[in-house]
């Protein structure tokens, strides 16, 4: 059973930074898009970063672009996505999701096959 799960979330003020973590499982960790988005109550979920194992490619929103740093680390099966200079219009609960075994690049345009549930991050003021 293909399995992510995320971790890393909490509050942080403002200038502040997380580090979230997506850990995989099911599925063997060699082929995948891995994409990180972001749900803010009363708005519409928000795709901000993705990445391939396919390419190396990567992706960041102009929102979180030069602040956010998505990485992996195949070995330990998790894709990481480092969060500086907070604001709080960050807050929102950040969820990874990821496409298996298609070879392809990164891209926000594709329908994701996996979801985890969810962090939630708090970026006080």
């Known amino acids: 059973e293909v399995q992510l799960v995320e971790s890393g979330g909490g509050l942080v003020q403002a200038g502040g930074s997380l580090t979230l973590s997506c850990a995989a499982s099911g599925f063997t960790f060699d082929d995948y898009v891995i994409n990180w988005f972001r749900q803010a109550p009363g708005k519409e979920r928000e795709g901000i970063s993705c990445?391939?194992?396919?390419?190396?490619?990567?992706y960041y929103a102009d929102s979180v672009k030069g602040r956010f740093t998505i990485s992996n680390d195949n070995a330990k099966k998790t894709v990481y996505l480092q969060m500086n200079s907070l604001e709080p219009e960050d807050t929102a609960v950040y969820y990874c999701?990821?496409?298996?075994?298609?070879?392809?690049?990164?891209?926000?345009?594709?329908?994701?096959?996996?979801w985890g549930k969810g962090t939630q991050v708090t970026v006080s003021s």
């Open positions: 990445i391939s194992s396919t390419d190396g490619s990567t």
């Open positions: 999701a990821a496409i298996l075994g298609t070879g392809w690049g990164c891209s926000m345009s594709y329908g994701m096959d996996y």
